[in-house]
C-alpha cells in the first residue's frame, strides 16, 4: 500500500433531488419527519470514545411548533471541555500519522452515507429543528454536505501534489503537516452543511477538533455525527459538546495547545474571539490560525437596462429563502426610478401567492425563524419602520409567535440610503427597497460600496455590458462572491468558492483548496545526494 500513489475519485456536484408529488423521496422523507417530530430523543456529548450525560439539559423544540419538545441534550462545564481538549491532543498522536488515503475514504464513505441511507434523516432533523424548507433542506443538509466532504478530498490531493523544482543533485519536497495541537470549531445554526464542514475539512488534514454546534443545530450535528462514527472516524478526532459558549471558547483559548479556530458566525463574536486570542498570544506554542466567515448586508443593484421580472425573481428568492436567514441573503436593494414600480409590482405578485407554515407541508415556500431572540429583533425592527417618517412597509408586516416564530416576508422602501434597515444585519426575511434617479448609477455603486461594513455578497442585474463593467470595478472590495444576473445566494461547492472580506470575515473560500491550506503547516525538506566536502567557494581560488 505504502509504495503505491493513489487517485481519489473526481468529484462530482452531488444532484439535487425533486421531492415532486409521488416521488419515493417526498414519501421517505416526511415519513422520517413525522417519526422524529413524534419522538422525544436525548443527545450527550461526545467526547473521546464517550457519550457524556451531565445532566445539565436544555431542551430542543422546533421553531415552528415551539410548544413541541422534540428532544433534550446535555451542556459541559469546563470539566467536560478540558476533556474534550484531551482527548483530541490524545487522538492526534495517531490521527495525524494515517496515510492520507485512509483519512480520505473515511470522510468519502461519510459522503455516500449522506447520499444514500442517512439523507432523509439529515434532511428531516434539518427540517425539524432549523425550520428548512425540504428545498432548502436537501440542498444543504444533503448536497452542499456531499459536495464539501467530496471536493475536499480532491482538494487535499492537489494540495500535497503541489510540490517544489529540483535542481541537479538535490530533490526538493514539500511535507504538509497538521497543526502543532488542536483546532476549535465553531458552527452556526443555519446551515447543517457548514457544521459538518468547519470540523471535516481541519481533520482531513490531519488534525483534530472540539466542535460546538450552535444550541439552535444541534439536533441535525448530531445526526451528523452518527455519520462520522459509521464512516469510521475514530475516537476523539472529532469530539462534539456544547454548552455555554463563553465558558467553552474562554476554556479552549486558554490551552497552550490551542493552534487555530474554523469559525462562522456574528461579526462581534468573531472580533471579541480574535481579541481573546491576542490577549492569549504569548501562551500558545504556535501562532493559531484564525479563519472566519461572519456577517453580511448583501446587496442587489439594477441597472436601467435590467429586466424587471429577473430582478424581482432576485429579490424574492435571494430575501426570503429560509426566511432571509443567510449571511448572503439579499437584504437592500437599489432600484433604478424608471424600473422601480415595475419590480415593487412583480414582487407584490409573488409575495402574494408565496405561503407559510410548516416544512412538512410543502406548499409553504417559508416557515419560521429560528428562535425568540431573533422574532423579537425583527419585530423591534418593523414596528421601528412603521414609526418612522424616510420609511414605509410595502408588503408585509405581519408576525405571530403564538405557535411559531413567524415573520412574513416583508418589502421596506426607504428614501434614506443610509436607514438602518439599509446598514444593520438583520437576518431574517426583511428586505429594503432604495430609488435612485437613473442618471445617478455611477453615483449609487458608491452608495453601495460605502453603505455597509460587510462584503460578503452581492449582486448587480444589467443588459448593458459597459454598466456591468463599471459595477465591476466600483464594486470590487464590496462583496467577496459577486453575482452578475443572479440572487446573491446559493454558492455551489467546488464552483463559487465562499467567503468575503471587510467585517465579513478572513475570506478564506469554503469550498476550495484556499480554506484547507490554512489547516495545514508545510515542511520543507531538501536532501543533497552528495554533500560538499570542502567550504571554499571557487572564487576564493587565487
Known sequence: M????????????????????????????????????????????????????????????????????????????????????????????????????????????????????????????????????????????????????????????????????????IWNRISYRPLEGFVYAISPFNFTAIAGNLSAAVAMMGNTVVWKPSDHQI??????????????????????????????????????????????????????????????????????RIVGETGGKDFIVAHP????????????????????????????????????????????????????????????????????????????AIEQVKKDSDAEILIGGTYDDSKGYFIEPTVVLTTNPKYFTMEKELFGPLVTLYVYEDADWKKTLTLVDQTSEYALTGAVFSNDRYALEEAFQALENSAGNFYINDKPTGAVVGQQPFGGARASGTNDKAGSAANLMRWVSPRLIKETFIPASDYRYPFLES
Open 305 to 380: 437596462s435590467a429586466s424587471p421580472k429577473e430582478v424581482a425573481t432576485g429579490i424574492v428568492r435571494g430575501a426570503f429563502e429560509f426566511q432571509g436567514q443567510k449571511c448572503s441573503a439579499a437584504s437592500r436593494v437599489y432600484l433604478p426610478k424608471s424600473l422601480a414600480q415595475d419590480v415593487i409590482d412583480f414582487v407584490k405578485q409573488d409575495l402574494n401567492g408565496l405561503s407559510m407554515g410548516s416544512p412538512a407541508d410543502f406548499e409553504n415556500f417559508v416557515t419560521a425563524v429560528i428562535h425568540k431572540g431573533s422574532f423579537d429583533r425583527l419585530v423591534h
Open 219 to 288: 439536533y441535525s450535528a448530531k445526526v451528523i455525527m452518527e455519520v462520522f462514527r459509521e464512516a469510521g472516524l475514530p475516537d476523539g478526532v472529532i469530539n462534539m459538546v456544547f454548552g455555554d459558549p463563553v465558558m467553552i471558547t474562554d476554556t479552549v483559548l486558554e490551552s497552550p495547545d490551542f493552534s487555530g479556530i474554523h469559525f462562522t458566525g456574528s461579526t462581534d463574536i468573531f472580533k471579541g474571539i480574535w481579541a481573546k486570542i491576542g490577549a492569549n498570544i504569548h501562551n500558545y506554542k504556535t501562532y493559531p
Open 2 to 169: 505504502a509504495n503505491s500513489v493513489f487517485n481519489v475519485p473526481y468529484p462530482v456536484n452531488e444532484p439535487v433531488l425533486s421531492y415532486a408529488a409521488n416521488s419515493s423521496e417526498r414519501e421517505e422523507v416526511l415519513a422520517t419527519y413525522s417519526a422524529l417530530f413524534n419522538q422525544t430523543i436525548e443527545v450527550p456529548m461526545r467526547i473521546g470514545n464517550q457519550d457524556v450525560k451531565t445532566g445539565i439539559t436544555d431542551t430542543l423544540q422546533p421553531p415552528h411548533d415551539h410548544q413541541h419538545k422534540i428532544g433534550y441534550y446535555h451542556k459541559a462545564e469546563k470539566k467536560q471541555i478540558n476533556e474534550a481538549i484531551e482527548a483530541a491532543l490524545s487522538a492526534r498522536k495517531k490521527w495525524s500519522q494515517m496515510e492520507w488515503t485512509s483519512r480520505a475514504a473515511i470522510f468519502l464513505r461519510a459522503a455516500e452515507l449522506i447520499a444514500g441511507p442517512y439523507r432523509a434523516k439529515i434532511n428531516a432533523a434539518t427540517m425539524l429543528a432549523q425550520s428548512k424548507t425540504i428545498h432548502q433542506a436537501e440542498i444543504d443538509a444533503a448536497c452542499e454536505l456531499i459536495d464539501f466532504l467530496r471536493f475536499n478530498v480532491y482538494f487535499m490531493q492537489e494540495i500535497y501534489e503541489n510540490q517544489p523544482e529540483s535542481s541537479p543533485g
